[in-house]
């Protein structure tokens, strides 16, 4: 049985004791916050391994509490579920970009949001299992750290540009297409809208010194995706 921790955001007390009484008897343990600053103050005492979190709350807002765990080290890896009314799809490219792995949106079924739970706590055990320090072409990346160096130089990166680099380099040579990056990347079967991969892959580019036309990275493999090469060029 499980026996993780998953904090519940929501201002909608129903909703809150919906989610709480079904992941409890899935055998999790859960805690509940109704507004931003609750969450976030729950958060700097105990670092829970999962959190549903409404984007619609009194104060500060979901999208703005997201963004704050991303800033703390010590939240930065908490997988998060943004749970909102809205269903726009400005919405869903703002939510995971700004760093959320998933999105669903109400009314919801409560086995889709268990399963996407399952999966995304998964996920992280798989990431634990992954070598600490990945050196190729010239680039080192320290998965537990979170940082990325070329030739010895530090590199601003964001989670989600760590996580698609990562990705693509642990795949070296083999062609990602866009829908998988996402589902991986952001656990989110987001299918007919790869806008947000495009524009973190152009943004790592221009972080490594990429020429896209000559690629020494990575390489667009036209109406499918990308794929790592690491040429001798960007050694």
Not at 148 to 156: A, E, Q, R
Not at 160 to 183: A, H, I, T
């Amino acid at each position: 049985m499980p026996n993780e921790t998953i904090l519940v955001v929501d201002d909608e007390a129903h909703i809150l004791e919906l989610i709480r009484f079904n992941l409890e008897n899935a055998g999790y343990k859960v805690e509940v916050a109704e507004d931003g600053e609750t969450a976030l103050k729950f958060c700097r005492q105990q670092v829970p391994d999962l959190i549903i979190l409404d984007i619609m709350l009194p104060g500060i807002d979901g999208l703005e509490v997201c963004k704050t765990l991303r800033a703390s080290v010590a939240t930065a890896k908490v997988p998060i579920i943004m749970l909102t009314a809205k269903g726009e799809e400005i919405d869903k490219v703002v939510g995971l970009e700004i760093g959320a792995d998933d999105y669903i949106a109400k009314p919801f079924g409560i086995r889709e949001l268990i399963a996407r739970v399952k999966a995304l706590l998964r996920r992280t055990e798989n990431n634990d299992m992954e070598p600490k320090i990945i050196k190729v072409g010239g680039l080192t990346i320290d998965t537990s750290k979170y940082e990325v160096y070329k030739n010895g130089n530090k590199l601003d990166f964001t989670l989600k540009e760590f996580e698609l680099l990562k990705l693509l380099v642990l795949n070296q040579g083999k062609v990602l297409s866009r829908d998988y990056l996402l589902d991986q990347v952001w656990g989110y079967e987001y299918f007919g809208e790869t806008r947000t991969v495009d524009v973190h892959i152009r943004h790592i580019r221009q972080k490594l010194g990429d020429d896209m036309d000559e690629a020494k990275y990575i390489e667009t493999i036209r109406g499918v995706g990308y794929k790592f090469i690491a040429s001798e060029e960007g050694e």
